[in-house]
């Protein structure tokens, strides 16, 4: 189905269901599509099919598919394994829309399920029809309603209806939503759960609801990224929309790194080349699970607002201490109280001079006092947003500091309300009025850094066509292998200016070339089979004659042997010894979720354990680049330090924009390359090591 709009439809707005393999047991999990579609208003058609029955919970049952007379909007399968395989194809063969299926078991659950995920994937292809999983927990519009889902969650008594919609490839995560969110009185347009995305995926449907009206912001939950480009495009026309998407991603850990051959492949981990994928397409990434329920209603219909300054008043001092410490973590400055608000709280026993926070505590929650407070600070150019952080009395009395500031919805300038007790009557007044109200100061100042200083998507550089000698260079290189020679020429191709160097085949002839090379140099092994040559025992520093060079090659060579005793050696490469301000690590590599990326961080052999490190989708230019090295701290001595010499940044820009046009498709097959270190000089750059590794 290649119509958005009509597949849209069949999605969230179907008119006729068949629930393939429906229950009447109301024990039973197949019983609860039907039960909860018929319990939450559905108006249209509901079509049980099971071969054992007439009638099903009050309707007309079908012995089969093709007893079903007219048109099918969507089929939810809720059979398992080949069953459910064969009733996809009888799906695809009876023309119905869109297709769901409820039971795991396939690339989830070993070889034997991802055959089984390989026969969904060919009907798909081969009849066309639409298929939302497996695993798919169900599929729910509140307006007009349609709970197509056996999550038990739907079980609550009614559906509070809202403008903000979730796509979720966990299914039981949604149900944990939906509890959040209607505890504090919000309701969602559609809740998707896209399981194993065997076709329909997270990217796809965030596309279908940009154009959504009913839909205000788009809210994901998401487990890996599966349809990238997709989603790049989505998250791009939801921002010209101005419907903000915001994701929650698992995976920030350390697992599933340890097979990166480069040190930018355990720097830069999954965790980090997302959070490059959301900067460059202008997703807005919560750290919190309970953010999506929280930051929506901060960002809806504001884009970014730019500035960092938020002045801050509160009745507790305690917790607003916790939001001010976690703003200022999330990049976000507190803004001085205002002369004009000092000199009018002054009379009224509040001295708000003294410190950065406006604390009202000792005159008591006032309501005049709190909204002139509030008023003042909203009207005063010196900030960019306000919050107010309120105590105790959220809890016991909201007359008091609470209900003053319902009249402050939906400001020109970000207004947010942090509740430090759990005070559920107050947080449902706020959001009932429509004040972004917040129960966690983690989440509260996560949301006003996300209002204030997301970004918006970036133009993606163009890249010029690779130049003969860069193409040359790779090829030699998958003719031969890469050893550091070889990656050397391709770094240089590229604009990367690279130590004077020369190779040769043996021992023998190590002297004369540390004298046509001019010492003193440093000696390493040449072999496209180790990655790493110093752990290999394959280096040697600041040998100052071709004498001691040739005992030192002969030593590297045994060294080298007894260490990885199948790599081949290729001989050694004499190279003229550089001094440098800082060691730069620069990495390029494909990553298999987001594509190309680039990193800098600070290099040397501890880069892994320092991680100090920038991330972006590759190629950047020479402005983002700037970006990213003022993004790692080990590198601010070049910068510009107290009296240390500065570096050439801008050698250092031109050189990082220049490494990332490997993202080019002429480079296809590098999987991974990567200078360690680059020296950054008071005059230029210089590349002193290099790796290449092909997929």
């Known amino acids: 189905m290649s119509d958005p709009k009509n597949l849209f439809a069949a999605l969230f707005e179907p008119r006729r269901i068949a629930l393939i393999g429906a229950s009447a047991d109301p024990t039973k999990t197949t019983s609860r599509p039907q039960r909860f579609l018929r319990k939450h208003g559905f108006t249209g058609e509901i079509l049980p099919v099971n071969p054992s029955r007439d009638e099903i919970l009050g309707d007309k049952a079908f012995r089969d598919l093709a007893s079903i007379p007219g048109e099918i909007d969507h089929a939810y399968i809720l059979l398992n394994g080949g069953a459910a395989v064969a009733a996809l194809a009888d799906c695809g063969r009876r023309g119905v829309k869109v297709a769901s299926i409820l039971a795991g078991g396939f690339a989830d659950a070993g070889a034997a399920g991802a055959s089984l995920q390989d026969q969904l994937s060919r009907i798909v292809a081969q009849t066309g029809i639409r298929l939302v999983g497996p695993n798919s927990i169900g599929t729910v519009s509140t307006d007009p309603p349609m709970a197509l889902t056996a999550n038990a969650a739907f079980a609550v008594d009614r559906l509070r209806a809202g403008r903000w919609a979730v796509v979720s490839q966990s299914g039981s995560l ?164 205002p002369p004009a608000l000092v000199d009018w709280l002054k009379p009224r026993g509040i001295a708000a001079g003294d410190g950065k926070l406006i604390d009202l505590t000792l005159a008591g929650a006032k309501p005049e006092i709190v909204a002139g407070t509030i008023e003042r600070l909203l009207a005063h150019d010196g900030n960019d947003a306000v919050i107010f952080v309120v105590g105790s009395s959220a809890q016991f009395n909201p007359e008091l500091a609470v209900e003053p500031l319902l009249r402050f919805a939906r400001t020109a300038k970000p207004f947010a309300v942090a509740l430090t007790p759990a005070a559920e009557k107050s947080l449902a007044l706020l959001t009932a009025a429509g004040v972004p109200a917040f129960r966690h100061p983690e989440s509260c100042a996560e949301a006003m850094a996300l209002c204030l200083l997301r970004p918006a998507p970036q133009p993606v550089p163009a890249l010029a066509e690779p130049s003969r000698a860069s193409l040359d260079a790779l090829a030699a290189g998958r003719i031969n292998g890469f050893d550091e020679r070889r990656a050397a020429d391709l770094f240089a191709a590229l604009g990367v200016p690279v130590a004077k160097s020369l190779a040769v085949p043996d021992a023998k002839r190590v002297a004369a070339a540390v004298a046509e090379v001019g010492a003193p140099v440093a000696l390493k092994v040449l072999s496209p089979d180790i990655a790493h040559k110093t752990e290999a025992g394959g280096v040697a520093l600041g040998l100052p004659d071709g004498q001691m060079a040739a005992v030192a090659a002969r030593e590297i060579e045994r060294r080298v042997r007894a260490h990885a005793p199948g790599a081949a050696l290729e001989g050694f490469l004499i190279q003229k010894m550089e001094k440098g301000l800082a060691e730069v690590i620069l990495g390029f590599r494909r990553d298999p979720l987001v594509g190309p990326t680039i990193t800098v961080g600070l290099g040397g052999v501890l880069a892994e354990i320092y991680r100090d490190a920038s991330t972006r989708l590759a190629p950047v230019d020479e402005t983002e680049a700037r970006q990213m090295i003022g993004e790692v701290k080990g590198l601010a001595t070049i910068r510009g330090y107290r009296n240390l010499p500065k570096g050439d940044v801008a050698a250092l820009a031109k050189t990082i924009a220049a490494f990332s046009a490997l993202a080019h498709e002429a480079f296809a097959d590098v999987a991974e390359a990567e200078v360690n270190p680059l020296l950054v000089k008071g005059e230029g750059v210089v590349a002193v090591d290099g790796l290449v590794v092909l997929r």
């Open 174 to 337: 949604i149900g944990a939503l939906l509890s959040r969110a209607d505890a504090r009185g919000v309701g969602f347009s559609r809740l998707i759960s896209v399981g194993n995305e065997v076709d329909l995926a997270v990217g796809e449907i965030a596309d279908l609801l940009v154009d959504d009206p009913r839909t205000d912001a788009i809210l994901l939950f998401m487990e890996t990224l599966r349809d990238g480009e997709r989603l790049a495009r989505a998250a791009r026309r939801a921002h010209a929309a101005g419907k903000p998407v915001i994701a929650y991603k698992l995976g920030r850990s350390e697992i599933g790194q340890a097979l990166a051959k480069s040190h930018t492949g355990a720097i830069a981990g999954s965790d980090a080349t997302f959070d490059a994928f959301c900067r460059r397409h202008g997703i807005a990434r919560v750290s919190m699970f309970e953010s999506l329920v929280d930051v929506p209603a901060l960002l809806v219909g504001r884009p970014p607002a730019g500035g960092r300054r938020v002045a801050v008043a509160t009745t507790t001092g305690g917790g607003a201490a916790m939001v001010v410490d976690n703003m200022a973590m999330a990049g976000l400055d507190i803004a001085d109280p």
